[in-house]
């Protein structure tokens, strides 16, 4: 989605005060919006964040959710249960509120993060794009980027069989099993599967030359990537972090990176747009960018 079609979806689903305030927006400027029960309305842009006056009570935050899931939200429990809802055109709704065992009840707080797409964003990273490990804080744009490589590397005449673990739905943002975000030509999806099950189901069933995923966490992650890689597909994954010696430091990381198992490391800026801050070799030599 455009701008223009991101407000067309978001606009009925909101009052009239936040319909006049998203009109005054930019494109690109808009990255989350925050309700709260209770409290104000928030929209969170790359440069500030402002509170806005509408203040809705718990039975207009559930009505918001509803809405902006097309009304499909209970329908949709394997993913509330995780704690959000991919939405239409990819934006993502993050949700808090009462966990029972029959799941989410009375939803207090919604985060919906404005998905983005900046076509060619990705670009200076294609050299290096072989094992490359992206690392950055939050909202640093490390999906966006991981999203524009695979649609570069998968796209066109010399396009390479590309392969996405899209574990939380935030990479290619699928709906009824289409990306609703451009991820190329030749790019396959695997939506909803943990990353050691989705290594193993692609190798065998996709034969990709190349792997994407978010997020690694643990030390499956980790150890399904190693697999992946010894099976001939090279690996682009992203993780949380402000430098090398914290990655390093963790459990789980510091074993594919004293295996130097990433050929290079780039380290995003922290004020966001998938802005590549600084880059690294496989044993953490700086590259000239």
């Known amino acids: ?18 319909r006049e305030e998203m009109e005054l927006l930019l494109p690109g400027e808009l990255r989350e919006i925050r309700v709260r029960a209770g409290r104000s309305t928030v929209f969170c842009t790359a440069t500030r964040v402002v509170a806005l006056d509408w203040q809705p009570d718990q039975r207009q935050v559930e009505a918001l959710a ?3 899931s097309d009304h499909s939200l209970y329908a949709r429990a394997q993913e509330t249960s ?6 239409r055109g990819g934006h993502r709704m993050g949700l808090c509120g009462r966990v029972t065992h029959q799941g989410l009840k009375d939803i207090g707080s919604i985060c919906v993060r404005i998905a983005g797409q ?11 794009a072989e094992n490359l490990l992206i690392i950055g804080p939050p909202a640093s744009g490390k999906t966006t980027l991981l999203r524009d490589l695979a649609r570069l590397l998968s796209s066109g005449r010399q396009g390479r069989q590309v392969a996405m673990i899209d ?19 030749s790019c396959d999806v695997l939506d909803g599967c943990s990353k050691p099950d989705a290594v193993r189901w692609l190798i065998r069933s996709m034969s990709p030359q190349a792997i994407i995923t978010d997020e690694l966490s643990g030390a499956e992650d980790a150890a399904a990537l190693l697999d992946a890689m010894a099976c001939g597909a090279s690996v682009i994954a992203s993780c949380h972090g402000t430098n090398l010696s914290e990655v ?19 380290l995003l800026h ?18 000239t960018l």
């Open 1 to 18: 989605m455009n701008w223009e079609e991101t407000k067309a979806f978001l606009s009925p689903c909101f009052p009239q005060p936040i």
């Open 66 to 68: 509803e809405a902006l």
């Open 82 to 87: 995780q704690g959000y809802v991919t939405l």
């Open 118 to 128: 900046w076509p060619g964003c990705a670009e200076g990273l294609l050299p290096h």
């Open 167 to 185: 574990e939380r739905g935030e990479l290619a943002a699928c709906v009824h099993g289409v990306p609703q975000l451009d991820v190329g030509e």
């Open 248 to 266: 390093a430091n963790r459990p789980a990381m510091a074993g594919l990176m004293a295996r130097r198992a990433f050929h290079h490391y780039a």
């Open 270 to 287: 922290p004020e966001g747009g998938g802005r590549v801050a600084a880059l690294y070799d496989r044993s953490g030599s700086p590259i």
